[in-house]
Each structure stands twice: as structure tokens, then as C-alpha cells.
């Protein structure tokens, strides 16, 4: 039997999509039977009363979780969202309802031990509710109370090997694809240069000393599967120099029909015959490919990296062997200003461990940024009102043809006098001889 009536969350429960109000009854009725004996070390009931308040929010038409509350563990300053209910009464089960951020693994994998481990941990001492993952990427934990969290942070740090996440203005735990553990299409170890900048920067993640939040993400391709050009401050993006690799065989077998274009993913309905021209040639966006009789042709000099040729036909078109990565700066969602795709800032660079070169530029961006930024602004933000220009001196990076502001837009540069040739000073004499008329 429900603890509390829920006529209005449940009208949520209908409809064909999965839903959270029936997830969370799940988790009250495995709790109340507790077949597993666990000694809960948080209200038995705190999932009946998650649903009670949220329930009675939207019967008031109003929220009854108090903003505010500082809690954490000794020594971190983010890590743990601190939320109090103002009906402690009424939802005793929920007065303390923290959220824990738990640093994912890079690529996300996990073994079924450890996952185990994070569940009986939680169901220990916590609601059991958990969401994988969170926007950022982490493990997120719903609801604990303040007794709790110094007994998780030392079972995650001892027992788990892992940590808390980063919340706040401070870094947020970093995130990656899958990279090369399973991608051929990778440019960049992106697990690797992931986990290696958590560490290096774990002072930034578990410290507040920024002005606002900030996000690295690293895709090791184009293609973009963590989406790091729209969601991180900072994102990776892995990027091949040379050619694309072609194997004129594979693309005959393509045109053939004896190999499935994009992988196969297209079974189940008949989409006709492969047309290497219309599915392929007319479809890329810089129109660099062509055939010639029947070899394929690419002027890699105009690729811009769409991804789409290799993606449509992966056993013929491989990325490149000179591979790192690009740099954009300043993503982020709408806030303050509107939201922001990354500008590229810089368009390549080796990316291969110690990373010492991505690792220089980093800091001077932080030292800048903890400098320059105004309190709860992101840094494409400050990009913004500064000026890119100011963004790429002070990374002491040239200014590039190639660093656009968002796609088909380009950055507005104000020079210096020094830096143009001739300097300001010109003789209009000089200019009419070449222009007469
Ligand atoms: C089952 C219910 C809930 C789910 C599934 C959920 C899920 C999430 C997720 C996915 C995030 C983003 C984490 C990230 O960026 O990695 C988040 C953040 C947050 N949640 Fe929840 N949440 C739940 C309940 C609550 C409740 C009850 C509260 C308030 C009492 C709350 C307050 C917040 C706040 C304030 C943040 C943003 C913190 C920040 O970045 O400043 N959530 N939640
Ligand atoms: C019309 C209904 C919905 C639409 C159109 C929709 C659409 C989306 C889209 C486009 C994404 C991003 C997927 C991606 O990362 O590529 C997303 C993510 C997500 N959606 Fe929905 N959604 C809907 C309903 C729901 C419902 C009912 C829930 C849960 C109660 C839900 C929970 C989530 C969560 C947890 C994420 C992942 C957020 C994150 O951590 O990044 N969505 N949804
Ligand atoms: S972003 Fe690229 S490398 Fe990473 S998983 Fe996606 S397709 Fe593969
Ligand atoms: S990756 Fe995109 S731009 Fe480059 S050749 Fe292929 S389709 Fe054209």
C-alpha cells in the first residue's frame, strides 16, 4: 500500500513512454519488503515520500524544497547538492534528500562487481534511487541525509576506487566516448586523455576557485557521441591531418551491393540499390569526392571532417593516420546568455599522453579565467564579452582562418597595429596608384 495518495503523479504513469513515478513505487515497495535484510541506514520510506511531496508540489503549484544548505565532506567543496524539505513533518522520510555525484568511469564501463557494490552501497545508505548518468556524466545519487556522507565518500575513496564528482564553480567531472576501446573511428585515446586530465586537475574538481562551472568533454571523432561542442566549456574533439584512407576495392564491393552501407543499420526495409553518388558524393557538404570511372576520389584538402563518407561506408574510407585533436571553447546551455556552441580555438593539436601541450594551454585558460571571469559566468561568456581575440592571446595562439565561431559564422577579430602589415598608416596616393578608376 502507497504511503501517500498520488492521483496527479500518477497520470504519469500512463502512456506508452517509461516513467519515473512508476520507477520510484518500484523502489518503495522493494524497500518496505527489504528481502535482502539491508539495515537501512537512511528512512525506510524515503521514496513514498519523494512521491508524497512531489505530489503535494503539484497540488500547491509550488516547490517545497528549501534553496540552500551548504553540505559536503571534509575537504571537498562540491561533489554533494545539499537539499532540505520545508514539509519535514509531513515527509520525515525526506527532510535530508542530498544528491551525490560519483565520478563515472571514462567510456563508461563497468564490471557487474562494482556495479553491485554501487547499489548495495546506496541501498545502505541512501534512497536506492539512482540516475545513470547525469547530464555531466556522473553516477548520480538521490537522496541521503547529512550522517551519511562522510560514511559514502570514505566507501567510494577506500572500497569503490572511485570519487565524488565535481558541483559548483568548479570543474565538472570530465566526460568522453567510448574512444578507442571500441571505436575504429577515433582519433584520440579519449579515455585516456579523459582520465588523465581528471587527475592532473583534481585540485579544480574538488576545490571551487572558479567563476562558474566548467566542462571538458572529449569526442574522439567528428561524430560527436558525447556531444562535447555543445555541452563543455572545453571539448576535445579528435581530428585526423592527412588523407583519408580509401580501399578502392571495399568501395566497388559498396557500389556492388556486396557490402551493407552505414554497417547495416539500415536492415529490415528496402531502400533500393546503394547509389555511391547520391548517398555519398552529392551528400558531402564541402563537395570534395568524386569518381573517376570506378575509383573514388577524395580532395582531402577540402574535407571538413563531416564524417559522413567514412560513416556510410566504413570497410572502404578510414580516418587518417595523423591524428589529435581540435580545441573549442566557451559551450554551454542558455542561462545567462543564450546557449553557445564552442568556438574553435585551436583547430589541431598532438594529443598523446603526457598531454603536456593541451595541459600548458589549460592553464593558462584557468589562471585567465579565475582572473578575468565575473562571478557566474561561463567562460564563453567572458569569450564573449572580451573578445575571442583576447581569449587567443592570452592562450598565445595565432589567429587562424580556420577558427570559426560556430559553424558558417566567423569571430569578429580586432587587430593591432603591430600586427598588420604597414601598420595603419597608409598613402592614399599610394592606394589610388593601384586603383585608378
Ligand atoms: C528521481 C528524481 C530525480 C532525478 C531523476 C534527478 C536527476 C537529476 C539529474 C540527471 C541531474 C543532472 C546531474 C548532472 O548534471 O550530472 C540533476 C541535477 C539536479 N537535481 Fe535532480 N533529480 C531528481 C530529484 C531531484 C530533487 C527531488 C531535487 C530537489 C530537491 C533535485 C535537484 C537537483 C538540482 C538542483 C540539480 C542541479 C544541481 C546543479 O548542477 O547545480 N533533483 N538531477
Ligand atoms: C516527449 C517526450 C520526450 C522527448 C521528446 C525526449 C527527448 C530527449 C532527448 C532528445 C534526449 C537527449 C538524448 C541524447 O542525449 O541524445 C533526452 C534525454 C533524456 N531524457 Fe528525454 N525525452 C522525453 C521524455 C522523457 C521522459 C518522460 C523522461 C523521464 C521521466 C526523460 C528522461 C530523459 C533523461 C534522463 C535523459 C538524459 C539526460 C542526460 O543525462 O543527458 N525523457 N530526452
Ligand atoms: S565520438 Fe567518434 S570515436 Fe567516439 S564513440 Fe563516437 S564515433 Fe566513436
Ligand atoms: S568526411 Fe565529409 S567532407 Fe570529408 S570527404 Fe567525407 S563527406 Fe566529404
Redesign the pocket.
Given at each position: 500500500m502507497a504511503k501517500h495518495k498520488t492521483p496527479l503523479l500518477d497520470e504519469l504513469e500512463k502512456g506508452p513512454w517509461p516513467s519515473?513515478v512508476s520507477?520510484?513505487k518500484r523502489e518503495a515497495e522493494s524497500r518496505a519488503k527489504n528481502e535482502k535484510g539491508v539495515e537501512y541506514q537512511i528512512p525506510v520510506d524515503v521514496c513514498d515520500d519523494?512521491l508524497g511531496v512531489?505530489e503535494l508540489s503539484f497540488t500547491d503549484g509550488e516547490t517545497h524544497?528549501k534553496h540552500g544548505g551548504i553540505v559536503g565532506v571534509f575537504g571537498y567543496g562540491g561533489g554533494v547538492?545539499g537539499?532540505y524539505?520545508d514539509q519535514p513533518e509531513m515527509f520525515p522520510g525526506?527532510a535530508h534528500?542530498h544528491?551525490v555525484?560519483v565520478n563515472q568511469p571514462s567510456g563508461l564501463y563497468y564490471s557487474t562487481e562494482f556495479l553491485n557494490k554501487l547499489c548495495d552501497l546506496w541501498e545502505f545508505r541512501g534512497s536506492g534511487?539512482t540516475?545513470m548518468?547525469?547530464?555531466?556524466?556522473?553516477i548520480?545519487w538521490?537522496?541521503t541525509t547529512t550522517p551519511q556522507l562522510e560514511e559514502i565518500f570514505y566507501e567510494l575513496t577506500h572500497n569503490l576506487d572511485t570519487d565524488l564528482?565535481g558541483?559548483?564553480s568548479n570543474l565538472?567531472?570530465p566526460a568522453c566516448c567510448l574512444g578507442m576501446s571500441r571505436c575504429e573511428y577515433s582519433c584520440i585515446d579519449a579515455q585516456d586523455l579523459c582520465n588523465d586530465l581528471t587527475h592532473e586537475f583534481q585540485d579544480f574538481l574538488h576545490r571551487p576557485a572558479f567563476p562558474y562551472?566548467f566542462k571538458f568533454k572529449m569526442d574522439g571523432c567528428p561524430n560527436g557521441c558525447v556531444a562535447s561542442i555543445a555541452r563543455s566549456d572545453l571539448s576535445f574533439i579528435g581530428l585526423w591531418k592527412d588523407n583519408i584512407r580509401i580501399n578502392q576495392e571495399a568501395v566497388k564491393a559498396y557500389i556492388g551491393g556486396e557490402i551493407p552501407p552505414n554497417g547495416g543499420a539500415h536492415a529490415g526495409r528496402d531502400w533500393g540499390k546503394f547509389d555511391i553518388q547520391k548517398e555519398i558524393i552529392n551528400l558531402c557538404p564541402t563537395k570534395c569526392m568524386w569518381m573517376e570511372g570506378d575509383t573514388l576520389k577524395i580532395n582531402d584538402k577540402e574535407c571538413n571532417h563531416c564524417m559522413h563518407c567514412i560513416n556510410a561506408m566504413p570497410r572502404a574510407l578510414r580516418i587518417g593516420e595523423d591524428t589529435g585533436c581540435a580545441m573549442l571553447l566557451g559551450a554551454k546551455a542558455p542561462i545567462l546568455d543564450g546557449a553557445q556552441m564552442g568556438t574553435l580555438v585551436v583547430p589541431f593539436i598532438k594529443c598523446e599522453s603526457p598531454y603536456t601541450e593541451i595541459k600548458d594551454l589549460i592553464e593558462k585558460l584557468f589562471e585567465f579565467w579565475m582572473e578575468e571571469g565575473k562571478n557566474r559566468e561561463r567562460v564563453g561568456e567572458t569569450m564573449k564579452r572580451i573578445g575571442l581575440y583576447k581569449i587567443l592571446q592570452v592562450l598565445e595562439v595565432e589567429v587562424d582562418a580556420r577558427v570559426v565561431q560556430e559553424p558558417r559564422t566567423n569571430p569578429y577579430i580586432f587587430w593591432k597595429e603591430e600586427e598588420v602589415t604597414g601598420g595603419w598608416d597608409r598613402k592614399i596616393e599610394d592606394y589610388r596608384s593601384r586603383h585608378k578608376m
Open positions: 519515473f520507477d520510484i519523494l512531489l524544497w547538492i537539499r524539505c525526506v534528500f544528491t555525484r534511487m540516475n548518468h547525469g547530464s555531466t556524466g556522473d548520480v538521490l537522496g564528482g558541483s559548483g565538472r567531472t562551472k
